[in-house]
């Protein structure tokens, strides 16, 4: 499959060169000391919006030659555990490929819940709007895009166990960084957003999948992303990584000047 852009023109600009130039107007400089991340929250929104906070996680850390970006299902689309299996992303002037052998290792694993299903793909931003921020910074790397729906906390376990079995058989657990694609609440005052995702990203902190998850729903936290962070901070513990940093938190009010009704957007790495 070559899957062709869905969100261009609309969460980030046409072409490489007017997405540089976005980049470089956010004026982040990348330290030279980058930090060996296995997992990263980043969220999805529209570059302008969030493309600042998803690129300061992304400059700061390691970017290895396979990323498993995985995104929640916002189309209803396809399947609840969705892979794209083989084939390339492309931006017009630029492509990245689908790691196919990681891909169908997580799908044929014992008791996987993936299926390859480009359905789930064709529509979907959260998982296309990461790569071009990280093109950026690695030319040569490929990914395995997963989208996935809301699931319960036992399917979690399921999948992060899966892919880690995956990951081990490859010998692939230190050349691989999970992208759980995430914006954080969803149309609240600021000051109530900053407070129910402070609640959130506490857990994210703390590597406590099942206390995120458990938070989320407890406290009607608009979340999009609860299942991919979930499943990434699952695998970074059955991988033995044991740190984590809240690089950047901001909100769509402080684009557009409206806080009364906002989208809260953090970059977390996992290490």
Request: net charge negative.
């Amino acid at each position: 499959m070559i899957r062709q852009p869905f969100a261009m023109g609309y969460f980030y600009p046409a072409g490489l060169e007017k997405i540089n130039n976005l980049i470089s107007s956010f004026n982040i400089n990348s330290s030279e000391k980058k930090i060996d991340a296995f997992g990263v929250i980043s969220p999805h929104a529209g570059y302008i919006y969030s493309g600042k906070t998803a690129y300061k996680g992304f400059s700061g850390i390691k970017i290895k030659d396979n990323i498993i970006i995985i995104g929640p299902n916002h189309t209803g689309l396809g399947t609840g555990f969705s892979v794209m299996s083989e084939g390339e992303y492309s931006f017009n002037d630029f492509s990245v490929s689908v790691n196919s052998e990681l891909a169908n290792s997580i799908i044929y694993e014992k008791d996987s819940p993936f299926v390859s299903d480009d359905l789930a793909h064709a529509r979907e931003h959260s998982v296309e709007v990461q790569i071009p921020l990280l093109y950026s910074l690695k030319k040569d790397f490929k990914v395995v895009p997963i989208v996935v729906s809301f699931t319960s906390y036992d399917d979690v376990m399921s999948a992060s166990k899966v892919i880690f079995n995956a990951l081990k058989k490859l010998d692939m657990v230190d050349d691989v960084i999970i992208v759980a694609s995430s914006d954080m609440s969803h149309y609240e005052k600021a000051e109530t957003a900053k407070k129910k995702d402070d609640m959130a990203i506490k857990e994210i902190l703390n590597l406590n999948p099942q206390g995120l998850y458990s938070t989320v729903m407890d406290n009607k936290i608009s979340m999009c992303g609860i299942m991919p962070a979930s499943i990434m901070l699952n695998i970074a513990k059955m991988a033995g990584r044991s740190n984590s940093m809240l690089i950047d938190y901001t909100n769509s009010g402080e684009v557009s000047g409206d806080y009364s009704s906002v989208v809260g957007y953090s970059s977390i790495i996992v290490y």
